[in-house]
């Protein structure tokens, strides 16, 4: 039972480009959601967050958009930089659930120069 | 400032074996989280130790058990190895109680495979 689906494996872009990430949920009581980004021999590391009060938040260059009716929550990036390929991780938790993260599957990102 | 660390980086066992994997927490955290990340899956949550104690557990059995050391380092633990354990095993630091919106520093993992 995936509560939280990252529904594309991968995503190719070209540089410069918007890079747009999704995320769905099934969970109705999620109320925050985190995007972490992972390079290979790393550990994931934060990149942006948006409580369900809110259904926009933005950090530069990333913006992630939260949908509540859809339960679905996406991040762009724009304009891509070839740094930005790696593997992104939607993640969600809930106050009855003592905010144990649940994790999608992942997306790897590459861009194209 | 360093930050999470852990130990071995990969590691080989065989089935019905025993492993302990080790982790040392960011500077000035308290709060030590361990999650089992299979190959092309997301982490899962095993467990949370804070004050040397267990305070959340996922849904794992009790194969798998922790512990966590006045200097706030941690360490996993996992009996009688099934080959479904191999996988990345993820070590997390964070302030207790703190808000739900902190964030989770991760060491680089441990590679675990079991034959």
């Known amino acids: 039972d995936q509560q939280v689906k990252q529904n594309s494996p991968s995503l190719s872009v070209q540089e410069g480009r918007i890079s747009i990430l999704n995320c769905d949920y099934t969970?109705?009581?999620?109320?925050?959601f985190l995007w972490y980004k992972k390079y290979p021999a790393e550990g994931p590391t934060f990149l942006i967050s948006?409580?369900?009060i809110k259904d926009k938040n933005e950090d530069g260059r990333f913006t992630v958009f939260l949908n509540k009716s859809a339960k679905h929550l996406s991040l762009h990036i724009v304009p891509s930089q070839p740094g930005d390929s790696a593997v992104y991780f939607c993640?969600?938790?809930?106050?009855?659930?003592?905010?144990?993260?649940?994790w999608g599957a992942g997306t790897k990102l590459i861009i194209k120069p | 400032d360093a930050g999470v660390t852990q130990s071995p980086t990969h590691l080989i066992k065989t089935r019905g074996q025993q492993v302990t994997l080790r982790c040392s927490p960011k500077?000035?955290?308290?709060?030590v989280s361990w999650y089992q990340q299979a190959l092309g899956q997301g982490p899962q949550f095993i467990f949370q130790?804070?004050?040397?104690?267990?305070?959340q557990r996922g849904n794992f059995p009790d194969r798998f058990s922790g512990h966590q050391f006045p200097n706030y380092s941690s360490e996993l633990n996992v009996n009688a190895l099934l080959l479904g354990d191999s996988a990345l095993y993820l070590c997390?630091?964070?302030?207790?109680?703190?808000?739900?919106?902190?964030?989770?520093?991760f060491g680089p993992g441990t590679r675990l495979t079991v034959l």
């Open positions: 997390a630091s964070s302030f207790f109680p703190g808000q739900h919106t902190d964030t989770q520093y």
């Open positions: 500077s000035g955290h308290d709060t």
């Open positions: 130790y804070y004050e040397e104690e267990e305070r």
């Open positions: 969970n109705s009581m999620f109320d925050y």
């Open positions: 948006i409580s369900s």
């Open positions: 993640a969600a938790s809930a106050m009855d659930s003592n905010y144990q993260l649940i």
